[in-house]
């Protein structure tokens, strides 16, 4: 078979056996597509599929085919950051700032810290830490993706249990939009290349000043035409983010922070980010899975995985009850948050393919912090609803 019909018939997997999953298998309650998805490339890795079937996944999944597909899916999650960047709303985190700034500080802070701590023994033992990875940069980068919050994941979830646009669902809101800034600002401090400090340095210098000629563009220009320039501004972004050494992704979400959302349609945003999420960011979820690895043994990996969940849904969770002690929240409002804010999913998966880019960590490292964030995510809904039957907000 050609390059062009064996990409073709990963396609055809691709978009076929994560909707056969979530349909007949009725996941929707504790799955939605979007993790069946991440969960279905997982299996078609190498790890799974690869294991059983080495031979066909070899021909179909050969270095020809992942090529073209590694290059969609570097496309899908660059729109998906940018569309995330642009709908941040840091006014009303202003507005709200102690609050905000209180509930989202304890929210990133606590799971940072007992995520790092759990990065220690895995630093100590051979097989973890990438080949260009510093021991700080290890211990930080685990510690951020046990903090993290996928904010598009939870707006998703937010929706289906019909608090998205009510007031708790707006009080979360504020909440992952402010830990996102900083998930962010974490990533790019620990890209940090000080034999590249100077390409950094003209790169944020050249963009602050870009980005204050593109607001005055897309303020000037007609709303059909301000999507098209986005998308130009985000090639350009993302471009130069990569040359400076801080990664495409770094660019591609301060290409949408800098971008106001009240320019656009509103309807048109959400129906931008469902069509991605349903066209293209598939591939995504499948070249994700053709990362994991599992060399070191399957028992290793879950261990570790094991570990950095317990880290994360503690930490999580013990940073909003604080808050809500501070706060003088209700009873039963604190967990309700704090389990919301435990979705990771994407912007996790995101964030550690840039460690593994970076060679941070490696690949069996990215497999347990994968499946953390699958279970993470995964326990969000079931845990919530029969709190919510019991806590009227």
């Known amino acids: 078979m050609s390059t062009a019909e064996l990409y073709l018939v990963a396609m055809v997997v691709i978009m076929t056996v994560p909707y056969l999953i979530w ?8 799955a939605p597509l979007v993790v069946v998805q991440i969960v279905t490339g997982i299996l078609l890795g190498p790890g799974m599929l690869g294991a059983a079937f080495p031979e066909v996944y070899q021909q179909v999944f050969n270095p020809q085919v992942i ?21 941040l709303d840091l006014s009303q985190a202003w507005q709200n700032r102690r609050e905000t700034g209180i509930t989202a500080g304890f929210a990133l802070l606590t799971p940072l810290l007992l995520g790092s701590l759990a990065a220690w023994p895995l630093l100590l033992t ?23 919050t996928a904010l598009p994941i939870l707006i998703l979830l937010m929706e289906k249990l019909d608090i998205f646009r009510k007031p708790l669902g707006q009080r979360v809101l504020r909440y992952a939009s402010l830990d996102d800034v900083l998930i962010w600002g974490v990533l790019a401090l620990i890209l940090l290349d000080w034999t590249r400090v100077a390409r950094q340095g003209i790169f944020l210098l050249s963009f602050a000043v870009a980005a204050l000629v593109l607001r005055r563009i897309m303020r000037a220009i007609p709303e059909r035409d301000r999507l098209y320039v986005g998308l130009i501004w985000l090639a350009l972004c993302g471009l130069g983010a990569d040359w400076s050494g801080l990664h495409f992704m770094v660019g591609a979400f301060l290409a949408g922070v800098v971008i106001d959302a009240k320019w656009f349609d509103q309807d048109s945003l959400d129906r931008l980010r469902h069509n ?13 899975g053709l990362r994991t690895n599992w060399t070191m043994g399957g028992a290793a990996v879950f261990l570790a995985a094991g570990l950095l969940l317990v880290a994360s849904v503690a930490g999580k969770l013990l940073g909003v009850h604080l808050a809500g002690r501070i706060l003088g929240w209700a009873k039963g409002e604190a967990s309700i948050i704090g389990w919301l804010l435990q979705t990771k999913a994407l912007i996790m998966i995101i964030f550690v393919n840039v460690l593994l880019d970076k060679q941070i960590i490696t690949a069996e490292m990215f497999t347990a912090l994968l499946l953390m964030a699958v279970a993470s995510t ?14 009227k907000l």
């Open 67 to 87: 090529q073209a597909l590694n290059g969609v899916a570097w496309w899908a999650v660059m729109l998906f950051v940018f569309l995330s960047g642009i709908e």
């Open 378 to 391: 995964m326990l969000t809904v079931p845990t919530v609803t029969p709190m919510m039957r019991r806590v």
């Open 276 to 288: 991605v999420l349903l066209v293209i960011m598939p591939v995504f979820f499948l070249s994700t």
């Open 23 to 30: 349909r007949l298998g009725r996941t929707e309650y504790f």
């Open 126 to 148: 051979p097989g973890w830490i990438g080949p260009a990875g510093q021991s700080w940069q290890f211990v930080a980068g685990i510690g951020m993706a046990c903090a993290v």
